[in-house]
């Protein structure tokens, strides 16, 4: 009988040991997934937190290039400002040399008619350059007063109703430039 209850023994320190050792692996499994479970919550978390940075990174580029766009334009604009005029002053330097050349020759000769030819020509090509550049003259022969293009300046009675509200004589030529007026004609007009 000894050795029977000795068996039960060694069975029961076994199934104890057993029970030890099952509830030691429930306990680190437990705590395996207490950990994981800590784990998945951080990793919510950081991940968050990592989108954060990546926004902010993404934030403070944008700025910076925006910055950088808003410099860069101004010193664009500061040089077309400073700079704007250089197409109308080359050419209108031409002009300026057949100018001096006109006035050269002038005090060669004693000729009216040849000095005046010279001026006709010099305008000529003064009115092309301020034609290449969109300066145009507002026609005002015969035309109806218009005080988009005209300033009236006149008003010239007894002219006939056909005259009525037509410019009569420009006194001064308007210009535009592109269709938009940069100095109206000064014109009389019939009353």
Do not use: W
């Given at each position: 009988?000894?050795?029977?209850?000795?068996?039960?023994?060694?069975?029961?320190?076994?199934?104890?040991?057993?029970?030890?050792?099952?509830?030691?692996?429930?306990?680190?499994?437990?705590?395996?997934?207490?950990?994981?479970?800590?784990?998945?919550?951080?990793?919510?978390?950081?991940?968050?937190?990592?989108?954060?940075?990546?926004?902010?990174?993404?934030?403070?580029?944008?700025?910076?290039?925006?910055?950088?766009y808003r410099k860069?334009?101004?010193?664009?604009?500061?040089?077309?400002?400073?700079?704007?005029?250089?197409?109308?002053?080359?050419?209108?330097?031409?002009?300026?040399?057949?100018?001096?050349?006109?006035?050269?020759?002038?005090?060669?000769?004693?000729?009216?008619?040849?000095?005046?030819?010279?001026?006709?020509?010099?305008?000529?090509?003064?009115?092309?350059?301020?034609?290449?550049?969109?300066?145009?003259?507002?026609?005002?022969?015969?035309?109806?007063?218009?005080?988009?293009?005209?300033?009236?300046?006149?008003?010239?009675?007894?002219?006939?109703?056909?005259?009525?509200?037509?410019?009569?004589?420009?006194?001064?030529?308007?210009?535009?430039?592109?269709?938009?007026?940069?100095?109206?004609a000064k014109v009389?007009?019939?009353?």
């Amino acid at each position: 009988m000894k050795e029977e209850e000795i068996k039960n023994m060694e069975e029961e320190e076994n199934l104890d040991s057993v029970e030890n050792a099952e509830a030691q692996e429930n306990a680190e499994a437990q705590e395996n997934a207490k950990k994981c479970e800590s784990e998945t919550e951080k990793d919510p978390l950081e991940a968050a937190q990592e989108e954060i940075e990546q926004l902010k990174d993404k934030y403070l580029r944008s700025v910076a290039e925006f910055d950088n766009y808003r410099k860069r334009t101004l010193k664009e604009k500061a040089e077309l400002i400073l700079n704007g005029g250089e197409k109308a002053v080359l050419a209108i330097l031409p002009v300026i040399d057949d100018m001096e050349r006109a006035i050269e020759n002038g005090k060669k000769t004693d000729d009216p008619c040849v000095l005046r030819e010279g001026m006709e020509l010099i305008y000529q090509k003064f009115i092309k350059a301020l034609e290449s550049l969109s300066v145009k003259k507002i026609d005002t022969d015969g035309t109806d007063f218009n005080t988009d293009l005209h300033e009236a300046v006149a008003m010239v009675p007894g002219m006939g109703d056909d005259k009525k509200g037509k410019v009569i004589d420009c006194l001064q030529t308007g210009y535009q430039l592109n269709d938009k007026v940069i100095r109206h004609a000064k014109v009389a007009v019939g009353q």
